[in-house]
């Protein structure tokens, strides 16, 4: 029943930013914890941020600190990825998904979270 929508993705130019959107069904933002991840060509899926919604708990990847920033509009059901000063090592699909938000599944590149949107493509050119 928990649905995951990204949408936001494109083709920038390095420095340029995106605004990454994960639209969530019915009462997912009370139950679980959000969490963005990525995968680039050819390498494994990491975690970037996940926040907890109803305590507005915000945990972040050490290398994403700065550029990435991750929010919510409760009423719409949205989590937002805002990307600043993007570089093309941040190339990658991007993903939500809903669970924990501990630094476990973060640090891991996303294992125990417990359902997946289907990704949307970032791609940064120089």
């Known amino acids: 029943q928990v649905q995951l929508v990204e949408s936001g993705g494109g083709s920038v130019q390095s420095g340029g930013s995106l605004r990454l959107s994960c639209a969530t069904s019915g009462s997912t933002l009370d139950r679980y914890g959000i969490g963005w991840f990525r995968q680039a060509p050819g390498k494994e899926r990491e975690g970037v941020s996940c926040i907890n919604v109803r305590d507005d708990t915000k945990r972040y990847v050490e290398a994403m600190k700065g550029r990435f920033t991750v929010s919510s509009d409760k009423a719409q059901n949205i989590v937002y990825l805002q990307m600043n000063n993007l570089k093309p090592e941040d190339t990658a699909v991007y993903y939500c998904?809903?669970?924990?938000?501990?630094?476990?599944?973060?640090?891991?590149?996303?294992?125990?979270?417990?359902?997946w949107g289907q990704g949307t493509l970032v791609t940064v050119s120089s």
């Open positions: 998904a809903a669970g924990d938000c501990s630094y476990y599944p973060l640090l891991s590149g996303g294992v125990g979270m417990d359902h």
